[in-house]
């Protein structure tokens, strides 16, 4: 689908590692290079007419995204630099005051270093336990293990909505309405979801969300943080600076202002957020729904072709997203991607940043190849037939 908006397709390579990072259509660049070009100003900080405009290209992104994830309100959007640093800023910004000693924090083994890593820090710090909800035989998030891991104590859930090596879709909004009748605030890590499918937070009741731009078309340097705004009420900047305060004295006596500016102190990325809209629009022309159906047929095609070569070993062949785990016997992963390379298509190899897997999983490291709607059949084609290949350490080495 729309593969004639990718300048990048015209090369004579398949990209495969839309979980790192996606490509970019023409109007992204353009966007950004009009704003460099014609009115780069600062936002928030003049009263002429070119730094007003500026102020309202923003304002208009931040209604863009809110009408996106059909957030309540836009002063529940807040722009920061990608889905970790809007990761840190919740736990440290919200959780650090919430929590108190021996409380819980449920997490699963396969979460991204983005949202674990933040976790053990504020652990270390207030004495937290941290706990893992069990994943089934396909690596997925069920009820019942949601269920089980649930104690008195348990005060948050912090999990992607798809993860990033098994790509199995959680079950978001049973967990949330159970947790919440018990109490408990759940954080969603949407890096993976939000661009591949429609993520309602008010239908889903989500608390707090995390995704990235640059996963969805958009520029690399911006994130969206998501949070209701009665927890927003709540949450303390942990980066201070212009922007974000009312006024402040010598004395040290200092008043800030509500969110959003409260979280974005500094000159955001303004380019970037003027470009986002316009990839905001742009997915919406496309439709999300048509996103995900698309992926998913892509999904199944690239599932049974692999299936056809007897040496790939497929480790998440019962999950739903664009996201397919697996190796050749005998072949080192990071072997095959730099075999595939060769053959101009781009893999990823390695632990994929979800370092806690292995052991479910069974390995360390494996390839992924991560679809959007501008792969195709005929890519899967490709890589299937180079995967058939018997002497691949020979072309390597
Ligand atoms: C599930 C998940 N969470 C968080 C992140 C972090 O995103 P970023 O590097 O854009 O901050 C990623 C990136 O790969 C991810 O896949």
């Not at 630099?81 to 919430?98: E, H, M, P, Q, W």
């Not at 019942?144 to 959680?170: E, F, Y």
């Not at 994130?223 to 927890?231: C, D, Q």
């Not at 409260?262 to 986002?276: D, K, Q």
Request: glycine fraction near 6%.
């Amino acid at each position: 689908m729309n593969r004639e908006d990718f300048n990048f397709l015209k090369q004579d390579v398949i990209y495969f590692d839309n979980g790192a990072t996606t490509l970019k259509p023409y109007i992204l660049a353009d966007n950004i290079s009009d704003y460099y070009n014609n009115y780069s100003a600062n936002a928030h900080r003049g009263d002429y007419d070119i730094s007003l405009k500026v102020n309202a290209k923003v304002a208009e992104t931040r209604d863009l995204v809110k009408d996106f994830i059909n957030a309540n309100n836009s002063s529940e959007v807040i722009f920061t630099s990608g889905a970790t640093d809007s990761l840190n800023k919740i736990v440290f910004g919200y959780f650090r005051d919430y929590l108190k000693e021996n409380d819980e924090v449920l997490l699963t083994k396969s979460e991204h270093a983005s949202i674990v890593l933040p976790w053990f820090e504020l652990a270390d710090e207030l004495n937290l336990n941290i706990n893992y909800i069990p994943l089934d035989n396909d690596l997925k998030v069920t009820m019942d293990n949601v269920i089980k891991s649930i104690t008195p104590k348990t005060k948050v859930i912090a999990l992607s909505h798809i993860t990033n090596v098994v790509g199995d879709i959680r079950p978001i909004k049973e967990i949330i309405e159970y947790a919440h009748k018990n109490g408990i605030i759940v954080l969603v890590d949407g890096a993976q979801s939000v661009p591949h499918m429609k993520v309602d937070v008010q239908d889903l009741d989500i608390d707090f969300l995390a995704f990235s731009a640059h996963k969805m078309c958009g520029p690399t340097g911006l994130g969206i943080l998501y949070g209701k705004e009665k927890y927003l009420n709540n949450i303390k900047p942990i980066i201070f600076g212009g922007g974000m305060n009312a006024s402040f004295e010598f004395d040290g006596t200092r008043l800030y202002k509500n969110n959003p500016s409260l979280l974005e102190a500094g000159t955001p990325n303004i380019a970037g957020i003027i470009g986002f809209g316009e990839i905001i629009k742009y997915l919406n022309n496309i439709g999300m729904d048509n996103i995900s159906l698309y992926e998913k047929k892509l999904r199944n095609y690239a599932i049974n072709r692999l299936k056809e070569i007897s040496d790939i070993i497929i480790y998440n062949e019962n999950s739903d997203s664009g996201i397919i785990t697996f190796n050749k016997k005998n072949i080192f992963p990071q072997d095959l991607s730099l075999y595939l390379n060769k053959h101009n298509i781009c893999v990823r190899a390695g632990s994929h940043c979800a370092k806690i897997l292995k052991d479910d999983l069974g390995i360390k490291n494996t390839c992924r190849i991560s679809l959007y709607f501008y792969n195709t059949k005929e890519e899967i084609d490709k890589l299937v037939s180079l995967l058939k290949n018997t002497n691949i350490l020979d072309e390597i080495i």
